[in-house]
């Protein structure tokens, strides 16, 4: 948890959020240069999960008009919060098969990056493929196990997160295509993470990627990658809790990124 600039918009009695029409806008925008850089580099389920969802470039998508149209699809539903939230929320949503999803839209200022997790990026990165029943069965797995986990053990499935949910790629037969939200939603890494030669790709190993450290502010230098959704959700079936307690006693990776400017 930090501070945040941001602040969640209040939804009336029906759940619905009025936005400016400057916020509009900024939705607009982004949709729509999201959308041409996305083809041919999101993986098929994922573009397919924009049309069940009915996402649009007319406007901001507002929780009941989503939920209507993904609980008829996988039973989730996504849920309005606010800016940040910690990790017994977090848990506890995904585990009832809630996504969270902060109402407030980046400012023009932050349109290419920003921290906090906006509506674009919930929305419009992560919630298409929660209209995948393996995808969806994963986070939902997940979701129960860190209901139960420790902090400490938390902060490890988070990495886990990271690397796949945020940050994933994942081989089919078109070749190698995006489902990671953290990539989906931004121009620059949505292009970069399959056409760069400077990031490591390599398969999904879940001890490597609890080993590997990690930075949120910059382009990511590796990236994990699966073969089908079954393998993502095959993870849940794993101990994950004891490879947690591997990756510690077998020492964390060296950094692959140079540390954070304290400037």
Same mark, same amino acid.
């Given at each position: 948890?930090?501070?945040?600039?941001?602040?969640?918009?209040?939804?009336?009695?029906?759940?619905?959020?009025?936005?400016?029409?400057?916020?509009?806008?900024?939705?607009?925008?982004?949709?729509?240069?999201?959308?041409?850089?996305?083809?041919?580099?999101?993986?098929?389920?994922?573009?397919?999960?924009?049309?069940?969802?009915?996402?649009?470039?007319?406007?901001?998508?507002?929780?009941?008009?989503?939920?209507?149209?993904?609980?008829?699809?996988?039973?989730?539903?996504?849920?309005? $919060?606010? &800016?940040?939230? !910690? #990790?017994?929320?977090?848990?506890?949503? %995904?585990?009832? @098969?809630?996504?969270?999803?902060?109402?407030?839209?980046?400012?023009?200022?932050?349109?290419?990056?920003?921290?906090?997790?906006?509506?674009?990026?919930?929305?419009?990165?992560?919630?298409?493929?929660?209209? $995948?029943? &393996?995808?969806? !069965? #994963?986070?939902?797995?997940?979701?129960? %196990?860190?209901? @139960?986990?420790?902090?400490?053990?938390?902060?490890?499935?988070?990495?886990?997160?990271?690397?796949?949910?945020?940050?994933?790629?994942?081989?089919?037969?078109?070749?190698?295509?995006?489902?990671?939200?953290?990539?989906?939603?931004?121009?620059?890494?949505?292009?970069?993470?399959?056409?760069?030669?400077?990031?490591?790709?390599?398969?999904?190993?879940?001890?490597?990627?609890?080993?590997?450290?990690?930075?949120?502010?910059?382009?990511?230098?590796?990236?994990?990658?699966?073969?089908?959704?079954?393998?993502?959700?095959?993870?849940?079936?794993?101990?994950?809790?004891?490879?947690?307690?591997?990756?510690?006693?077998?020492?964390?990776?060296?950094?692959?990124?140079?540390?954070?400017?304290?400037?």
């Amino acid at each position: 948890m930090k501070d945040t600039p941001y602040i969640a918009k209040q939804a009336d009695k029906e759940g619905y959020v009025s936005y400016s029409d400057d916020e509009q806008a900024i939705w607009k925008e982004l949709f729509e240069r999201q959308i041409q850089i996305v083809q041919n580099r999101g993986c098929d389920e994922y573009l397919e999960g924009i049309d069940k969802l009915g996402l649009k470039a007319d406007h901001i998508p507002q929780v009941p008009e989503v939920n209507k149209n993904l609980s008829k699809v996988t039973g989730w539903e996504i849920a309005p $919060v606010s &800016a940040l939230i !910690n #990790f017994d929320k977090f848990f506890e949503l %995904l585990s009832n @098969k809630q996504f969270p999803a902060a109402t407030f839209i980046r400012t023009r200022q932050e349109m290419e990056y920003l921290q906090e997790p906006d509506i674009f990026h919930e929305v419009f990165g992560h919630c298409p493929l929660l209209t $995948v029943p &393996a995808y969806a !069965n #994963f986070m939902h797995e997940y979701g129960k %196990l860190g209901l @139960k986990a420790e902090h400490k053990d938390r902060v490890m499935l988070a990495r886990l997160y990271w690397f796949t949910v945020e940050f994933g790629l994942i081989q089919t037969a078109k070749g190698l295509r995006i489902y990671g939200g953290g990539i989906l939603s931004s121009i620059g890494e949505t292009v970069y993470a399959l056409e760069s030669n400077i990031p490591v790709r390599k398969p999904l190993d879940p001890l490597d990627a609890f080993r590997t450290p990690y930075r949120i502010d910059i382009f990511q230098p590796i990236y994990f990658m699966i073969q089908s959704f079954d393998q993502l959700f095959n993870l849940s079936k794993l101990d994950l809790l004891d490879l947690i307690q591997q990756a510690r006693k077998l020492g964390m990776h060296p950094p692959s990124f140079p540390p954070k400017d304290k400037k």
